[in-house]
């Protein structure tokens, strides 16, 4: 709950106590639930470093960043560095370093781009999820704000809400909460996930989100209906609000489906110029590409 | 390493008690009786910075061991929660320490384990904090400047019970609100587990403009007493009672 009540300029140093390593603060990133979040550098190479005050949930993360480093031989989540303790005025600050991954919030990322993106972002992260609940955990925390993309690939970088299939929710976001809008608990099962994806889907259009009001399951059936999301999108959001999907596989293969389909040539309006069309043909193949490129990763992954 | 029964008082308020005995003290009475006080302090949304009558929570929750935190009405939910569990944790993490002494034979806490070590501890930690048995003692100040928040509290209680029984150890909660001109504090809620039913808890509700926290907390330390009793008498075997291990 608390954050270190200091600002580390650039080009500061920090040391560890028991492994001696030093890195220099860049700048800031970002906060997370338990810490700040710094780029730093060492020996001329670029680190994320998460510096806070409670170590046992900073330990927690650790150990999970160690797990998921490498799950199957896909790597989920940013690699692991080092963990050490930081003295500094007498106190000490545990902290932990982590690969630096350089990408662009997905809000940022999806600006401008067609609406397509919004289902290969959500098949990207149910790729990763497949991976993640067949090792038996649930990414738990998924939210847009854990996640960044980068090469045209969604990854997340934040994995402190990770828990083991069958526990409580470690760390959970309301927006992106089941339990808070009444589609079941918050015990850790894959479809807490998937729950999750469809509301990342929805924040595409709802960037400043919305709250549940007095009736949760309505407000959020009411804000599906009038989001301007391409109708396919929305029967899948719809389907798994109903718990039609079992797994993140299920719920891939329907968003695949909408996707070939959409990879089809588009009837030619004639009011449209060459010029836009051209351009959208150009998306398109690049969008089908994508999408391929996927079911042979996922294939080849299987035949492994 | 078999987990427990943890108990917590989750007192929830808006300003400075002003009647009867300290409540700083009681708390610190209850942290001796082995019951964590957790407190936390409701603002009105629209309210800036902290007023003078909040000073008092966190100064409870110090001496009850527990965990305070001032809040705005529509964070209350998730902050109910994360008080609740973290409480738990520091519980939990007390306990470990004075284990580690006993084993290591000197004044040393998780923290102090090299990182390899700590990081082996955290994991127990974090098992007994799923597999505990937690029993909440909820204590709602419900006078007047507190009436319209209660719908929200109401809400946040039903969303702890969520959050809480998604774990694998039992939970019981229940709660009592004060002021009560004949008994201090009434009982709302009977031990449940489940809060999501509460309807029409907070009705029929006295109005004065005095706050006797300090009395209330030492009824809600009888209620969890007499509980204690009951239990004995139902001839439940309980051999981690005194120390909550």
């Given at each position: 709950m608390k954050k270190p009540d200091f600002n580390l300029a650039a080009?500061m140093?920090i040391?560890?106590?028991?492994?001696?390593?030093?890195y220099?603060v860049v700048r800031k990133l970002g906060e997370g639930a338990c810490g700040v979040v710094y780029l730093c550098?060492?020996?001329?190479?670029?680190y994320a470093l998460k510096v806070g005050t409670e170590s046992s949930r900073l330990m927690l993360e650790v150990?999970m960043l160690?797990?998921?480093?490498?799950?199957?031989?896909?790597?989920?989540?940013?690699?692991?560095?080092?963990v050490d303790d930081w003295i500094v005025n007498n106190e000490t600050y545990p902290f932990y370093v982590m690969?630096?991954?350089?990408?662009?919030?997905?809000?940022?990322?999806?600006?401008?781009?067609?609406?397509?993106?919004?289902?290969?972002?959500?098949?990207?992260?149910?790729?990763?999820?497949?991976?993640?609940?067949?090792?038996?955990?649930?990414?738990g925390d998924?939210k847009?704000d854990n996640?960044?993309?980068?090469?045209?690939?969604?990854?997340?970088i934040d994995v402190g809400g990770?828990?083991?299939?069958?526990?409580?929710?470690k760390e959970y976001t309301e927006?992106?909460?089941?339990?808070?809008?009444?589609?079941?608990?918050?015990?850790?099962?894959?479809?807490?996930?998937?729950?999750?994806?469809?509301?990342?889907?929805?924040?595409?259009?709802?960037?400043?989100?919305?709250?549940?009001?007095?009736?949760?399951?309505?407000?959020?059936?009411?804000?599906?209906?009038?989001?301007?999301?391409?109708?396919?999108?929305?029967?899948?959001?719809?389907?798994?609000?109903?718990?039609?999907?079992?797994?993140?596989?299920?719920?891939?293969?329907?968003?695949?489906?909408?996707?070939?389909?959409?990879?089809?040539?588009?009837?030619?309006?004639?009011?449209?110029?060459?010029?836009?069309?051209?351009?959208?043909?150009?998306?398109?193949?690049?969008?089908?590409?994508?999408?391929?490129?996927?079911?042979?990763?996922?294939?080849?992954?299987?035949?492994? | 390493?078999?987990?427990?029964?943890?108990?917590?008082?989750?007192?929830?308020?808006?300003?400075?008690?002003?009647?009867?005995?300290?409540?700083?003290?009681?708390?610190?009475?209850?942290?001796?009786?082995?019951?964590?006080?957790n407190?936390i302090g409701?603002l009105?949304?629209?309210?800036?910075g902290e007023?003078?009558?909040?000073?008092?929570v966190e100064?409870?929750a110090d001496?009850?061991?527990g965990v305070s935190q001032i809040v705005y009405?529509?964070n209350?939910?998730e902050t109910v929660q994360m008080v609740t569990k973290q409480a738990?944790n520091q519980?939990?993490q007390?306990?470990?320490?004075?284990?580690?002494?006993?084993?290591?034979?000197?004044?040393?806490?998780i923290e102090?384990?090299?990182?390899?070590?700590r990081?082996?501890?955290v994991?127990?930690?974090?098992?007994?904090?799923?597999?505990?048995?937690?029993?909440?003692?909820?204590?709602?100040?419900?006078?007047?400047?507190?009436?319209?928040?209660?719908?929200?509290?109401?809400?946040?209680?039903?969303?702890?019970?969520?959050?809480?029984?998604?774990?694998?150890?039992?939970?019981?909660?229940?709660?009592?609100?004060?002021?009560?001109?004949?008994?201090?504090?009434?009982?709302?809620?009977?031990?449940?587990?489940?809060?999501?039913?509460?309807?029409?808890?907070?009705?029929?509700?006295?109005?004065?403009?005095?706050?006797?926290?300090?009395?209330?907390?030492?009824?809600?330390?009888?209620?969890?007493?007499?509980?204690?009793?009951?239990?004995?008498?139902?001839?439940?075997?309980?051999?981690?009672?005194?120390?909550?291990?």
């Open positions: 080009g140093a040391r560890g106590k028991w492994g001696h390593h030093v220099h550098q060492k020996n001329g190479v670029l150990n160690k797990k998921f480093s490498k799950v199957q031989g896909v790597k989920l989540g940013p690699s692991f560095v080092d690969e630096f991954i350089e990408g662009q919030p997905l809000s940022v990322f999806l600006k401008g781009k067609k609406k397509e993106w919004v289902g290969i972002c959500a098949m990207q992260l149910l790729s990763d999820l497949e991976h993640l609940h067949r090792s038996g955990y649930v990414f998924l847009t996640l960044l993309v980068a090469d045209s690939k969604v990854q997340w990770v828990t083991a299939i069958g526990r409580a929710i927006f992106y909460d089941r339990g808070y809008w009444g589609y079941g608990s918050r015990r850790a099962d894959p479809l807490y996930d998937l729950f999750a994806v469809t509301m990342i889907m929805m924040e595409t259009v709802y960037p400043n989100r919305f709250d549940a009001q007095k009736d949760p399951k309505k407000t959020l059936q009411d804000k599906l209906k009038s989001a301007p999301l391409p109708s396919e999108y929305k029967k899948i959001i719809a389907e798994c609000w109903r718990g039609k999907y079992h797994s993140a596989t299920e719920m891939k293969e329907a968003l695949g489906q909408v996707l070939m389909k959409r990879a089809q040539p588009p009837k030619r309006s004639s009011r449209k110029s060459v010029q836009t069309d051209a351009s959208e043909w150009g998306e398109m193949i690049g969008v089908s590409a994508i999408v391929l490129a996927f079911y042979g990763i996922s294939a080849w992954n299987l035949w492994l | 390493m078999k987990a427990g029964r943890l108990k917590q008082i989750l007192l929830l308020t808006d300003g400075c008690s002003n009647y009867g005995e300290d409540p700083v003290a009681v708390a610190a009475l209850a942290r001796n009786q082995g019951v964590t006080v407190v409701v009105d949304d629209q309210q800036r007023p003078q009558g909040l000073k008092e100064a409870i001496a009850g061991g009405q529509k209350l939910s738990m519980t939990i007390g306990v470990i320490n004075q284990e580690l002494q006993h084993i290591l034979g000197e004044r040393k806490t102090e384990l090299p990182p390899e070590q990081g082996e501890v994991e127990i930690v974090d098992d007994l904090g799923e597999t505990c048995q937690l029993e909440v003692l909820v204590l709602v100040d419900s006078s007047a400047s507190m009436h319209h928040k209660l719908p929200t509290v109401k809400e946040a209680l039903a969303d702890l019970s969520l959050s809480l029984n998604a774990r694998t150890g039992s939970n019981e909660f229940s709660v009592y609100s004060f002021p009560d001109s004949k008994h201090t504090i009434t009982q709302k809620v009977a031990w449940t587990s489940e809060l999501s039913a509460m309807h029409g808890i907070f009705q029929r509700l006295s109005s004065g403009g005095y706050t006797p926290t300090g009395p209330a907390l030492k009824e809600a330390l009888y209620a969890f007493s007499k509980k204690a009793i009951v239990r004995d008498e139902q001839g439940v075997v309980d051999p981690y009672e005194e120390t909550g291990f």
